[in-house]
């Protein structure tokens, strides 16, 4: 494929791809390690509520307020899971269980008596996503890169997700030390004062943001595959924390490379006329990852043994 061909119709998609799986697997590793890795399945659920209120708030369906409206309910949803598993000293599984499930029925409930059931809300534009539609129409090839007029054009979603890595990168460098010492021993964090209660909030609320980000653009069977295999997969190759975090980074980009490589070209490559999902496929590349260091990671005999802090 030439620079004409691929810039225009793959690059961005690609980036996008990758940058949202980074975005979900960096705040993945801790999510993981305190046994929260279902929260990304969480906010899928909750987000229908937020998308409803939004609509009925602003009466346009439209990319920016859908979004905020689910962001907030990301973060609503994500501080209930937190008071009812502190409060109620019940699992996290259980907690998760109860918010997202009545969420969602709240927001099934809001379409119904609110009349919007009719109209046409683009619930798939936030949970499902459409990554192969993310084409940059205004470039002509790799001189785009440095036309303003050219990427005054860039699909919006491309910054988005580059400003919301940015943001989960920036969170989790500032607060490394904290981050590391609560998650691997809650009572001597709280020792040396830190507030492990607040720092934990801060953590989903920063993972809800990027999930929420990422539904946008490349739907939520991407975002709940990437707060998962990529860390758990890292998991198996290493024994400390910042191993761990530079191979989920590794695993991510594979993923989505490969992935929507072989969407794209792979049914070609066997004989088929049409290409598949690149969602699917992605998230396929990630499962494969993780069967593969489960079977042949060096750690894997040592997947009950601390991370090293």
């Not at 061909?5 to 690059?11: A, I, K, R, T």
């Not at 019940?90 to 009719?118: C, H, K, R, Y």
């Not at 046409?120 to 470039?139: M, P, Q």
């Not at 699909?155 to 969170?171: C, H, Q």
Request: aromatic residues 8%.
């Amino acid at each position: 494929m030439s620079g004409s061909e691929f810039v225009p119709l793959s690059l961005t998609p690609l980036l996008i791809g990758v940058l949202s799986a980074v975005a979900c697997a960096l705040p993945g590793n801790f999510l993981v390690l305190r046994r929260q890795a279902l929260i990304g399945d969480a906010i899928s659920h909750v987000v229908l509520p937020g998308i409803v209120v939004a609509f009925l708030l602003t009466g346009v369906i439209a990319a920016w307020p859908m979004m905020l409206g689910a962001a907030g309910a990301a973060i609503v949803a994500v501080v209930l899971i937190e008071a009812i598993r502190r409060l109620g000293r019940i699992e996290p599984g259980a907690a998760m269980g109860v918010v997202f499930t009545t969420m969602f029925a709240a927001g099934v409930l809001l379409l119904e008596q609110t009349d919007t059931s009719t109209v046409h809300l683009d619930v798939e534009h936030a949970l499902y996503g459409n990554l192969e539609s993310l084409i940059w129409l205004d470039a002509t090839g790799w001189a785009s890169l440095v036309d303003p007029v050219a990427l005054a054009g860039l699909p919006v979603e491309l910054p988005r997700i580059l400003v919301t890595l940015a943001g989960v990168s920036g969170f989790i460098w500032l607060f490394w030390r904290p981050l590391k010492l609560s998650t691997f021993d809650e009572g001597f964090a709280r020792t040396l004062g830190i507030r492990t209660g607040h720092l934990g909030l801060a953590l989903v609320i920063v993972a809800a943001v990027a999930a929420v980000a990422a539904f946008d653009a490349v739907g939520s069977i991407i975002v709940i595959a990437m707060f998962i295999c990529p860390p758990a997969a890292a998991r198996m190759m290493t024994n400390t924390l910042e191993g761990q975090v530079g191979w989920s980074v590794v695993f991510a980009i594979l993923s989505a490379v490969l992935g929507y490589v072989l969407a794209g070209y792979g049914p070609l490559w066997l004989g088929a006329h049409d290409a598949v999902s690149a969602a699917g496929m992605i998230a396929t590349m990630s499962g494969l990852i993780l069967a593969l260091a489960a079977r042949f990671g060096p750690c894997r005999s040592r997947t009950g043994s601390p991370v090293q802090s």
